[in-house]
T-cell receptor
Framework: DAGVTQSPTHLIKTRGQHVTLRCSPISGHKSVSWYQQVLGQGPQFIFQ???????GRGNFPDRFSARQFPNYSSELNVNALLLGDSALYLC???????????FGEGSRLTVL | QKEVEQNSGPLSVPEGAIASLNCTYS??????FFWYRQYSGKSPELIMSIYSNGDKEDGRFTAQLNKASQYVSLLIRDSQPSDSATYLCAVNIPGGTSYGKLTFGQGTILTVHP
């Protein structure tokens, strides 16, 4: 079975631009979460979606938004990019009833 | 106080030894605990989950949980150079539909030398 897939894998943007990251969960997983990981730190929770509804939001500004589609895939959008948004953005899907997260390979965003 | 704390290391052990990784957490409402392995430049990979007090073994890995002490650990027996990675401790964020919401420690860098 395919794992969590994310696109793009790498991207470079300039300050003030907008970015959209995409994620497809493992087949059968209905919950998708997004995490930000900066170098040297553990991943930090951004959003959780379950059955197309936002079920949790971390301590991130309103420039960050997300949505989940009927096929359970998801998008993360970041507006007005700042240098500090440079990070690895991880998408994970949850195995039902266990809380176990399985991560995709991530999208590495560099903001210049 | 950080919600999930780990020693950042690096922890260096010889090949064949036991590596011991430790983690403490602050929220007594947490019920699910996970260990992830992350190789440099890669994404985290789940290696163990534990939900009740005591030990859980899977191959060379043993996770230990003590909710009273708010402590979770990971033992790696017969350590191999391929075990060299950053090990992340993660704890669920209680409340609501909490699946998918984890708090991670900063990770412990493990180096296994031949």
């Amino acid at each position: 079975d395919a794992g969590v897939t994310q696109s793009p894998t790498h991207l470079i943007k300039t300050r003030g631009q907008h970015v959209t990251l995409r994620c497809s969960p493992i087949s059968g997983h209905k919950s998708v979460s997004w995490y930000q990981q900066v170098l040297g730190q553990g991943p930090q929770f951004i959003f959780q979606y379950y059955e197309k509804e936002e079920r949790g939001r971390g301590n991130f500004p309103d420039r960050f938004s997300a949505r989940q589609f009927p096929n359970y895939s998801s998008e993360l959008n970041v507006n007005a990019l700042l240098l500090g948004d440079s990070a690895l953005y991880l998408c994970a899907s949850s195995k039902p009833n266990t809380g176990e997260l399985f991560f995709g390979e991530g999208s590495r965003l560099t903001v210049l | 106080q950080k919600e999930v704390e780990q020693n950042s290391g690096p922890l260096s052990v010889p090949e064949g030894a036991i590596a011991s990784l430790n983690c403490t957490y602050s929220d007594r409402g947490s019920q699910s605990f996970f260990w992830y392995r992350q190789y440099s430049g890669k994404s985290p990979e789940l290696i163990m989950s534990i939900y009740s007090n005591g030990d859980k073994e899977d191959g060379r890995f043993t996770a230990q949980l003590n909710k009273a002490s708010q402590y979770v650990s990971l033992l790696i027996r017969d350590s191999q150079p391929s075990d060299s990675a950053t090990y992340l401790c993660a704890v669920n964020i209680p409340g609501g539909t909490s699946y998918g919401k984890l708090t991670f420690g900063q990770g412990t860098i493990l180096t296994v030398h031949p």
